[in-house]
């Protein structure tokens, strides 16, 4: 004869608490992921799919006909774009360099007990509130030839500016985009760097000025390895930032003259919403993707590959 035994509801609140429990933070971002799926996968896949089609909206509205790996072979072929990779590899090498550089240099300063740090720190952070698109506004009227304050000063330091201007020389128009946001997003290094650096230990650092250690030793030592893992995080965001440049370019140059400071992010405005490529400008998204993947993944496993979590 067999018993079935019924169980007290009551029997699986503790069990059904703990669940709720342990699994709570997912319960809660899961809402969130869900959305950040639809938003990057669907893209990804409708451009994935359009970049085997041979597709343009000044034609028709729907896919013409499938035409394989064409688009990607004529995005490779294409001088325009392998012009817009030069200058974007550019553009992010160079400046996200730069800008630790200059941001390092800039947290350090605000180390020091000197007069006013407090209000230089407020001030810091206002160029990185402002939109790209404005700053590109204002630093279209400083490089203006006709009176810009910055050719005034480099004309009073007896600088050479080219008689075009400096936007409308292929030789100067690249660089004048590069300080721009160097100009804008070196604050954004500085301010963070200042925020890890506060976290160092003053004991490890005091132990070091009684070693009689230098304060580059100290530097290189001891504080940098220190904050090593915040530096290689904000300067693979922002390397990733500046390969999407698109609205400085857009108001100061517009890609010109001829190729010289057209970027990705501008070639795929152009294909896209310019000439309605769409069959072309998806493979180009998808080759940009993989690009921007790979320097990444590349310089994620060398930066970490020593790190212990």
């Known amino acids: 004869m067999h018993t079935t035994t019924v169980r007290s509801p009551r029997a699986f609140g503790p ?26 996968a669907y893209p990804l896949l409708f451009a994935l799919r ?19 790996f064409e688009n990607y072979v004529q995005a490779f072929n294409a001088f325009d774009f392998r012009a817009a990779l030069t200058n974007t590899l550019i553009l992010s090498i160079l400046g996200t360099a730069l800008e630790f550089t200059f941001g390092l240099a800039i947290a350090l300063i605000l180390l020091k007990a000197l007069p006013g740090m407090n209000i230089v720190r407020a001030l810091l952070i206002l160029p990185t509130t402002i939109a790209p698109i404005v700053v590109g506004f204002l630093f279209r009227y400083l490089y203006d030839p006709g009176g810009g304050l910055l050719i005034w000063l480099l ?7 080219p008689a075009e201007g400096i936007l409308g020389s292929p030789s100067t128009a690249l660089a004048a985009i590069l300080f721009v946001d160097i100009w804008q997003w070196t604050p954004f290094f ?19 000025r009684l070693d009689r250690a230098s304060a580059w030793t100290i530097l290189m030592r001891i504080k940098l390895p220190l904050i090593k893992r915040t530096a290689i995080i904000i300067v693979m965001l922002r390397f990733m930032q500046i390969f ?16 010289s400071t057209r970027t990705l992010g501008y070639s795929l405005y152009e294909q896209g919403l310019v000439n309605f490529n769409i069959g072309l400008v998806s493979a180009m998204t998808w080759i940009t993707v993989l690009i921007v993947n790979v ?5 994620v496993f060398f930066a970490f590959r020593n790190e212990e979590w």
Do not use: C, H
Not at 26 to 40: D, G, K, N, R, T
Not at 58 to 67: D, K, M, N, R, S
Not at 190 to 208: G, Q, T
Not at 295 to 299: E, F, T
């Open 295 to 299: 320097i990444v993944a590349l310089y």
């Open 244 to 259: 999407n440049t698109f609205d400085t370019v857009l108001v100061l140059t517009r890609g010109g003259p001829g190729t």
């Open 15 to 40: 069990a059904r608490k703990s669940f709720i429990r342990r699994n709570l933070p997912y319960f809660l971002i899961a809402p969130s992921v869900v959305m950040l799926l639809a938003l990057i």
């Open 50 to 68: 359009s970049s085997f089609y041979f597709w343009n909206l000044q034609i028709g509205p729907e896919p013409l006909q499938f035409v394989g």
């Open 190 to 208: 500085a301010i963070v760097l200042y925020a890890s650096l506060l976290a160092v230990p003053d004991e490890i650092l005091e132990a070091a």
């Open 155 to 161: 004309q009073s330091l007896w600088l050479p500016v």
